[in-house]
């Protein structure tokens, strides 16, 4: 309390006679100083970030992942890809086509069957919409549309149609033909096919998934990097691959 009284008397004095001085120099006035705000800097309106593309995509039937099967038609139906070439570096009686990226895969893996004593042909490559049509009704005439279609694709959701699909075979008489598995030639392809990009679509006992029997000769290609991740994780399927549900029987 001494202390707080002390030094308020000391403050009113310098007051007064701070108030009382006298001389010549006028009485400075302290003039306020003027802080000026900041201009606030104008927040940049953010550029919207372009959708992520898909890393795979299995909906554009021109994307080498593209899935097709029983649920999933091509989108046109009547697609026909624009980029084809013929394999040549195998037997290809009939000259047929596939997507060039395909077709140079299997001109590489045919080579390298070949010098491992393997001779490959072609049985069947790219078929249009309309070939498909004419292939399709021939089987359900000689067997049935039930029986067709555990074997034969729809037109406009066959895997030949993409380009990306090759049936293969080795000149002999397994030639589309469940024995194919057993024969040199399909035991080289079953173990190495991976490897250059190309897995077996229709595997044993997958036909609840994919919709189709067994077809050890018929090949899709999807790119190394699909094949080798799915021979890494041991996924017989692009169905289980890309977590799509199994598409045993048509819609």
């Given at each position: 309390m001494?202390?707080?009284?002390?030094?308020?008397f000391?403050?009113i004095?310098s007051?007064?006679?701070?108030g009382c001085a006298?001389?010549?120099?006028?009485?400075?006035?302290?003039?306020?100083?003027?802080?000026?705000?900041?201009?606030?800097?104008p927040?940049?309106?953010p550029?919207?970030?372009?959708?992520?593309?898909?890393f795979?995509?299995?909906?554009?039937p021109?994307?080498i992942t593209?899935?097709v099967n029983?649920?999933r038609p091509?989108?046109?139906?009547?697609?026909?890809?624009?980029?084809?070439?013929?394999p040549?570096?195998?037997?290809?009686p009939y000259?047929?086509?596939?997507?060039?990226e395909?077709?140079?895969?299997?001109?590489?893996?045919?080579?390298?069957?070949?010098?491992?004593g393997?001779?490959l042909?072609v049985a069947s490559?790219?078929r249009?919409y309309?070939t498909?049509?004419a292939?399709?009704?021939g089987?359900?005439?000689?067997?049935g549309?039930?029986?067709?279609?555990?074997?034969?694709?729809?037109?406009?959701?066959?895997e030949h149609?993409?380009?990306?699909?090759?049936?293969?075979?080795?000149?002999?008489?397994?030639?589309?033909?469940?024995?194919?598995?057993?024969?040199a030639a399909g035991?080289?392809?079953?173990?190495?096919?991976?490897?250059y990009?190309?897995?077996?679509?229709y595997?044993?006992?997958y036909?609840?998934?994919?919709?189709y029997?067994y077809?050890?000769?018929?090949f899709r290609?999807?790119?190394t990097?699909?094949?080798?991740a799915?021979h890494?994780?041991?996924?017989?399927?692009l169905?289980q691959?890309?977590?799509?549900e199994?598409?045993?029987?048509y819609?």
């Open positions: 001494i202390r707080t009284t002390a030094m308020s000391v403050l004095a007051v007064f006679l701070g006298t001389g010549s120099a006028h009485t400075a006035t302290s003039t306020p100083t003027v802080t000026q705000s900041a201009t606030p800097t927040t940049a309106t550029t919207p970030k372009p959708a992520r593309t898909p795979f995509d299995i909906d554009d021109n994307s593209v899935v029983k649920h091509l989108n046109p139906s009547n697609f026909e890809s624009p980029d084809m070439s013929v040549t570096a195998l037997s290809n000259s047929r086509p596939l997507r060039t395909a077709a140079q895969a299997l001109d590489r893996m045919a080579t390298d069957a070949a010098a491992a393997i001779l042909s490559a790219y249009s309309d498909q049509v292939t399709y009704n089987f359900v005439a000689r067997d549309q039930a029986r067709a279609d555990t074997y034969s694709a729809r037109p406009g959701h066959s149609q993409t380009g990306l699909a090759v049936d293969l075979n080795d000149g002999g008489p397994c030639q589309v033909d469940v024995c194919f598995a057993d024969t035991q080289w392809l079953a173990a190495n096919s991976w490897q990009g190309f897995i077996v679509r595997p044993n006992g036909d609840s998934i994919t919709g029997q077809e050890p000769w018929h290609y999807v790119g990097r699909v094949s080798t799915m890494n994780l041991n996924i017989p399927t169905e691959f890309f977590n799509l199994p598409a045993p029987s819609y």
